[in-house]
């Protein structure tokens, strides 16, 4: 969900005329009006295209291809569009590497090189041995549409679980590989999306997480209910047994680990993103000690968020429960499973500090910590106890991503990344303590040339908010550079600094990219998260608006130079600042947004986002809501800033009907200059996936748009 200055003024200005007319000169494909009127808690709902919601219908079908030959034609008149692809390209060429999975002397990654659409997987046997194709994703679909979404190796490195999706759906297929002949097994298991999986110890089977069979819930009910299953190898689907989820909340998430000895089998549920509870079973199959297979709470009705890894001889808890950065606590397995709430057998081993403790993983003798100071990553070394060993030294500030490393081993993978600092693979042996560079991403990109600074302005409230801004070294801040300011504010993400290969044709050209750490976000830990959620969200939204004018008001760049954009959650952040500011943007980028938020919550699985959001059903709820739904904020007249949409026909998890409807409204409301376009990708989704090929289409799409309206060449 992340991502040439002008040579004489008489160009720029008939670059950026060339995207600037009169509203009613556009001509727009035509969009019928048939309104519904809702009554909701007392308030009387006007929804002109309510049609649009369908989009199996070949009216609604008809209507997006209009839209999207319309959008092509006006920005294939855009002088330079040829240049921006071309550019885009060759940095789309610079790939990606993933963090390596250790199992037993072999280790397993992602990479893709040039012009490859997907990642392929690779195995390597030793640590400085020679790689070998394992799963050649883009011999499976010519034009990149096969997506390998996840992937689990067997705990002696000789299996691999790993699911597959089709267009952009991320609704997963499950395979299983023989590491050594690279064939598959038999075995196939449908619905498997965002899979959560536990091999057992002799890899005869794993435990793992998929949605029910067809016709085996109410309709309408096939994207919640997952639960967890035991699946043994060669077994048919149909025959395995649910061991956990039965009798649960249908939008329960659950989530599982297992003890590197096979007896403590650990289930979170998630609940939304500011609550879990956690149950633990003994599932060993030991002649000497069977476990009974029930299931204890260890913590459960608690408002707090729990992450737990089970060993062979206790469980690490890292939760936020009374510790809003998060602290670490040990559980021993020795306590009887009767008393595992009782919240004075757990024991504290890591306080929660001034930084946000983000993450914990457990490696041999050792816990690794990631910490995050102000949205930049730090990381520790700890021994069992929690006590510190050692700093590890970073390249710079950054981000980090990927802990990796085998329960009874003792070397740690991670990656790091800047914003213009390529991804790049440390190994670490955490016997000696020693480091090392295993991989990084080639590319032409010296970090050298570009400066990042971190600011801090303040927003409608007061509240302290920091934010990133990239750019070249040298630029002037006189009020005239090109910028882009990108928000999310949601869900307990935090945006950390990212190299992201598709912003360096804006960045080289003079732009200045501002990324802003939104209240919503997990940038300072659960009470930054709730600030900017439920009847908090305004926040996020003024959080986002003081940026843009901290931009200005210090020569950043001028309103006239300033482009928005965001994705997902940062779609609706753009469809809000948009309709309660369209004074102060030239441009917008709204990506697979949520717009209508009085109705979000009755298609795909967005039920799992009332906990952030709430329920327009509900009348307390609808209440902030309905003060912020951007669809319902559209009024006829305003001068709204020019506007791209994107969305596409397989995303699962944003309907497209949010940007379609939107697109439709604006289009007829709008007295502004600039355009407002749609575009709808057929065969992709939320963003999962995605091959190059139609990153590069729709790069080029949003940066020709972005461009034009900012006057670049």
């Known amino acids: 969900m992340r991502w040439l200055l002008t040579i004489g003024v008489a160009l720029t200005v008939a670059?950026?005329?060339?995207?600037?007319?009169?509203?009613?000169?556009?001509?727009?494909?035509?969009?019928?009006?048939?309104?519904?009127?809702?009554l909701l808690h007392g308030v009387r709902i006007v929804d002109p295209y309510r049609w649009l919601e369908d989009g199996n219908s070949k009216e609604t079908q008809a209507w997006v291809?209009?839209?999207?030959?319309?959008?092509?034609?006006?920005?294939?008149?855009?002088?330079?569009?040829a240049k921006i692809r071309e550019r885009l390209g060759a940095f789309l060429e610079i790939g990606a590497l993933g963090t390596p999975r250790p199992r037993k002397g072999r280790y397993f990654y992602t990479k893709r090189e040039g012009t490859q659409n997907q990642p392929t997987l690779y195995v390597r046997d030793g640590l400085k041995g020679k790689d070998r194709v394992l799963i050649d994703i883009n011999a499976l679909?010519?034009?990149g549409t096969v997506a390998l979404d996840w992937w689990f190796p067997s705990r002696d490195g000789k299996l691999l679980a790993y699911g597959l999706s089709r267009d952009g759906s991320e609704i997963s297929t499950l395979y299983i590989r023989n590491v050594d002949t690279g064939k598959d097994l038999p075995d196939k298991i449908e619905r498997t999306r965002a899979c959560s999986l536990a091999w057992l110890p002799d890899q005869s089977g794993f435990y793992y997480t998929r949605y029910p069979a067809a016709g085996s819930v109410p309709k309408g009910e096939e994207k919640y209910h997952r639960h967890v299953y035991l699946h043994m190898i060669g077994r048919d689907p149909k025959d395995e047994p649910k061991v956990f989820g039965k009798g649960r909340n249908p939008e329960d998430w659950p989530t599982i680990a297992l003890s590197p000895d096979g007896k403590w089998l650990a289930v979170t549920m998630h609940q939304g993103w500011a609550k879990s509870e956690v149950y633990i079973a003994n599932v060993s199959t030991s002649r000497a000690g069977p476990g009974d297979g029930v299931f204890h709470p260890l913590a459960e009705k608690t408002p707090a968020l729990f992450d737990v890894i089970p060993r062979n001889d206790g469980f690490y808890i890292h939760t936020n429960l009374g510790a809003p950065r998060y602290r670490l606590y040990r559980l021993d397995a020795k306590i009887p499973a009767k008393d595992w709430t009782n919240r004075a057998n757990w024991k504290e081993i890591v306080p929660e500090q001034k930084d946000k403790l983000e993450a914990v993983a457990a490696i041999g003798d050792h816990l690794i910590a990631e910490y995050m100071h102000d949205a930049t990553g730090r990381l520790q070394i700890l021994d069992r106890a929690g006590k510190r060993l050692e700093t590890v030294k970073l390249p710079a500030l950054g981000s980090?991503?990927?802990?990796s490393g085998e329960a009874d081993g003792d070397e740690l993978f991670y990656s790091f990344q800047s914003f213009a600092v390529a991804p790049s693979i440390y190994h670490i042996d955490l016997k000696t303590r020693k480091q090392h560079?295993?991989?990084?991403?080639?590319?032409?990109?010296?970090?050298?040339?570009?400066?990042?600074?971190?600011?801090?302005?303040?927003s409608k409230d007061g509240t302290v908010v920091p934010m990133f801004l990239t750019y070249k070294k040298g630029l002037k801040k006189d009020g005239m550079n090109p910028t882009l300011l990108y928000g999310y504010g949601g869900f307990n993400i935090s945006l950390t600094p990212t190299f992201a290969t598709t912003r360096f044709p804006f960045l080289e050209k003079g732009g200045v990219l501002a990324v802003a750490n939104l209240r919503g976000g997990g940038e300072y830990g659960e009470d930054w998260h709730r600030a900017g959620m439920l009847d908090k969200k305004q926040n996020t939204f003024d959080d986002f608006i003081a940026a843009a004018e901290w931009?200005?008001?210090?020569?950043?760049t001028r309103k006239e130079k300033l482009a928005i954009q965001g994705?997902?959650?940062?779609?609706?952040?753009?469809?809000?600042?948009?309709?309660?500011?369209?004074?102060?943007?030239?441009?917008v980028v709204c990506q697979v947004p949520l717009l209508d938020m009085t109705r979000y919550h009755k298609f795909l699985?967005?039920?799992?986002?009332?906990?952030?959001?709430?329920?327009?059903?509900k009348k307390k709820d609808f209440k902030w809501i309905y003060a912020y739904s951007p669809y319902q904020k559209v009024y006829g007249g305003t001068a709204y800033p020019a506007m791209l949409i994107t969305t596409a026909a397989s995303d699962s998890r944003v309907d497209p009907l949010h940007a379609r409807k939107m697109a439709a409204r604006m289009q007829a409301a709008t007295s502004g200059t600039g355009p407002i376009l749609l575009r709808q990708e057929t065969r992709a989704g939320h963003g999962a996936g995605k091959p190059r090929g139609l990153i590069l289409d729709e790069q080029t799409d949003i940066w020709t748009f972005v461009f034009s309206q900012l006057g670049m060449q």
């Open 15 to 38: 670059h950026t005329v060339s995207l600037a007319q009169s509203s009613k000169s556009w001509n727009y494909p035509p969009t019928k009006k048939a309104f519904v009127f809702d």
């Open 567 to 587: 994705g997902s959650n940062g779609g609706l952040l753009m469809g809000a600042v948009t309709t309660q500011r369209p004074d102060l943007f030239r441009c």
């Open 400 to 403: 980090i991503a990927g802990l």
């Open 605 to 617: 699985i967005a039920r799992l986002w009332i906990p952030e959001y709430g329920n327009a059903d």
């Open 551 to 556: 931009l200005i008001a210090n020569k950043v």
């Open 141 to 143: 679909a010519k034009d």
């Open 65 to 81: 291809e209009q839209q999207n030959k319309f959008t092509q034609s006006v920005l294939a008149r855009v002088p330079g569009r």
């Open 437 to 458: 560079l295993w991989g990084r991403v080639k590319t032409e990109v010296k970090a050298g040339d570009y400066i990042v600074e971190q600011v801090k302005y303040k």
